[in-house]
């Protein structure tokens, strides 16, 4: 039996719980129960696919430079919790097959990727397409960007993998670009989320998920219209909220038939 409200996605692990893109907070979104997790993908000096948002390094670390001119063990050492006071202990940027073991074999991901040089893509393509169907991650990752470019390299190289284009703006016709791309996913704003867009994804054969929501009345709202994920930095408030809410709603009947004796099954 499905869940009846959208799958929870853990944004960057748990991006308001704990230091984004690390180890420490992928851990955070396991143990909420999170089922799917969101998380940014680029490449090292040393080829290595890591996890890490900005190009630049400062606001998570506070070093100077871009993580494209650091080796693997040069970022595992840095300590990525800047911008995340209180928090208890030093985390590093991790690699991409270090989040993956360390969430288990049951989660699903969401990959994204930034725009960058085309040669830098190319190379970020083939290694992350090479990645998941060596490791037999192809049916539990959507590859995701809104890099149209991007997206087509992937769709030649791994036509079989799962897409998503990322949409921030109306402009951009998010449902017919997604569509034109030959992606199964959209994943737009949530101020972009109505009716209409939803009659257009499910016409267009799209599943959508969307970003970024930490508003319970707005994730209300979304839940309502059927969008199929929700991305949110709170993963552990959201799940909690969804399951109560669903154990009420089941409980609700019970307890109505317990007063009226003609709502009880003969």
């Known amino acids: 039996m499905s869940q009846p409200f959208p799958t929870i996605v853990g ?12 180890l420490a907070g992928f851990q955070v979104a396991v143990a909420a129960g999170a089922g799917e997790i ?10 290595h696919l890591i996890v890490l948002h900005d190009s630049d390094l400062k606001r998570t670390t506070g070093q100077k430079g871009h993580a494209r001119h650091f080796t693997l063990a040069q970022l595992n050492l840095m300590d990525a919790r800047v911008n995340t006071p209180g928090w208890h202990s030093t985390v590093g940027v991790p690699s991409l097959r270090e989040v993956v073991a360390l969430c288990g074999p049951a989660m699903r991901f969401q990959f994204e990727v930034k ?11 083939h290694q ?3 990645m998941i169907d060596q490791d037999g991650l192809r049916e539990r990752v959507v590859i995701t960007s809104s890099h149209t470019g991007f997206l087509r390299m992937v769709a030649t190289m791994a036509p079989h993998l799962e897409r998503g284009y990322v949409s921030e703006y109306r402009y951009q016709q998010p449902t017919r670009r ?5 992606c199964r996913w ?16 499910r016409r267009r054969g799209l599943k959508v998920s969307t970003w970024t929501v930490n508003d319970l009345n707005e994730a209300e709202r979304l839940a309502r219209l059927g969008v199929d994920g929700i991305i949110t930095d709170f993963p552990t408030s959201f799940l909690a909220h969804f399951r109560g809410k669903d154990q009420r709603q089941v409980a609700a009947p019970a307890a109505q038939a317990e007063l009226d004796p003609s709502l009880r099954d003969p």
């Open 11 to 22: 944004h960057r692990g748990a991006r308001g719980e704990a230091p984004e893109n690390t």
């Open 186 to 201: 959209l994943m737009p704003h949530h101020s972009l989320v109505s009716p209409r867009l939803m009659r257009s994804a």
């Open 178 to 182: 997604a569509a034109a791309l030959g």
């Open 115 to 125: 725009g960058a040089h085309r040669a830098i893509l190319h190379q970020l393509a």
């Open 38 to 47: 969101e998380l940014d993908v680029r490449l090292s000096a040393d080829g």
């Open 128 to 130: 992350l397409t090479h």
